[in-house]
């Protein structure tokens, strides 16, 4: 059994920076593709980044550039990097997993944790 935890969330100026973490407990290997999503009020979740089982990672259009996923040394903790953010980046962010194949598409991961909420303000 996989359990996800996030922390790191919290409230933020816009241009700030955080840096979300998801501790992973129970059986996962680098054999899971990891991502972070995200939903604000009223939106579908999405997919922000996602972490393959080779380390590559895939970012949505709107956070090229500004966040960052990697995973730490133990590689059994994922990380978002997030810089210059902006209002449009407030939401509840979720970690995930998934076996070996990685996807953007929420409804392809079956491993979720509770969330950490982001506010980002002027």
């Known amino acids: 059994q996989v359990a996800l935890v996030e922390s790191g969330g919290g409230s933020v100026q816009t241009g700030g920076s955080l840096i979300l973490s998801c501790g992973a407990s129970?059986?996962?290997?680098?054999?899971?593709?990891m991502a972070w999503f995200r939903q604000a009020p009223g939106k579908e979740r999405e997919g922000v980044a996602t972490?393959?089982?080779?380390?590559?990672?895939t970012y949505e259009d709107s956070v090229k550039g500004r966040f960052f996923i990697f995973e730490g040394i133990a590689e059994n903790t994922l990380y978002l990097q997030m810089n210059n953010l902006k209002s449009e980046d407030t939401a509840m962010y979720y970690c995930a997993a998934r076996w070996i194949y990685c996807s953007m598409g929420w409804r392809d991961f079956g491993v979720w944790g509770q969330g950490t909420q982001v506010t980002v303000s002027s």
């Open positions: 129970g059986y996962i290997n680098n054999r899971y593709c």
């Open positions: 972490f393959d089982i080779d380390g590559i990672a």
